[in-house]
């Protein structure tokens, strides 16, 4: 039963760093899903910009947005020590490719401000929001500019927080999911829920809110799993990654699909933050990299992009849930239809 809030079941999960793009956007919509452009990393123009390339298919969207993290910005002195060492740790990763890593930069917002501001003057049909809670009176003047707004959480600690602030659905995502953590809480990264569809039903009895469920809903029987838990609709990520429309690096695809990697794992190893990964080289030789977001995403950068480059995926982040072995090659918009056609 479609749900009223996004017209369909099936949401394309917004994936920064340029997976999520308009093209993928259109496809999901073909497939009969609501697809997500992504804000983070970008600048507020480029934000702007992209919305702009998406408004031209006349098709609902959203937008997602990185809450920044006031207590990383900037670090206290003793994580800023531990960045400081994990700086010099890295020091050889960039070596092997001839690059130098940056000066740490401590003071990355992801342009959070700029962002609202855009959205107020150019709204968009969604807003969605990880990484933290946006505040209400942020959520309360999306709400007059026209906007549903989504909140992440990761547990029902965070659902109760969230749904203090009066957003229109929250989206619910397990410890299996693909990319970054939305956990917000300190020292919230494993969940009590050993499934997705378990953690979708303890936010449900807890917060009165549509839950939207993420973390490997790799297939329609997935998907049914968490309908059937009380969700109004999945956000699916990783069995998009591969696709035609989607605008991953073609190492990220292809390592997706490579049999040499044998699981996921989360790590920190990357960018100072929790994200699952299949694990290679880089997230084995750095398993006890510190907490640093976004200094440490912004610290590796130069190795990620000399790596790929090099067409080398053991120094890249190869974000993937724990389902990634199903995510195939081929249109969205076929991998939509697929989902929804089993329910
Ligand atoms: C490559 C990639 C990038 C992601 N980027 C974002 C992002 O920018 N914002 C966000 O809220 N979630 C992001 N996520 C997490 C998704 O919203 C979602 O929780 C996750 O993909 C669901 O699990 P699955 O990957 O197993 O389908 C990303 C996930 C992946 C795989």
Known sequence: MPDSLFGTPFIAAPMAGGTST???????????????????????????????ATRQLNIPFGMNVFVPDP???????????????????????AARYGVTLPPLRLDDDDAWQDKIDALLAD???????????????????????????ISSVTSVEEALAAAEEGPDAIAVQHGSAGGHTAAFLPGRR?????????????????????????????????????????AVAAQVGTALVRTEESGA???????????????????????GRWARSLVNEFVRDHGDAPEGYPAIHHLTSPVRAAASAAGDPHRLNLWAGTGWKQAREGSAADVVREFLNGL
């Open 71 to 93: 207590r990383q910005l900037p670090p206290g002195p003793e994580d800023r020590a531990l960045i400081k060492a994990y700086r010099k740790e890295l020091e050889p990763e």
């Open 22 to 52: 308009p093209a993928l956007v259109k496809a999901v919509h073909k497939g009969g899903g609501l697809g997500f452009i992504a804000a983070g990393y970008k600048s507020a123009e480029a934000m702007t910009a992209e919305i702009a």
């Open 249 to 271: 690096r073609q190492l990220h695809k292809d390592a997706l699909g490579d049999p040499s990697f044998k699981e996921t794992a989360m790590t920190r190893a990357f960018t």
């Open 190 to 230: 494993g969940q009590a829920a050993r499934t997705t569809a378990e953690l979708v039903a303890q936010v449900r009895n807890a917060v009165g809110l549509p839950v939207i469920a993420a973390g490997a809903i790799t297939d329609s029987a997935a998907l049914r799993e968490v309908l059937a838990a009380g």
């Open 123 to 149: 709204p968009v049909d969604f807003v969605s929001f990880a990484f933290g809670l946006p505040g209400k009176p942020v959520i309360h003047a999306l709400h007059k500019a026209g906007s549903r707004v």
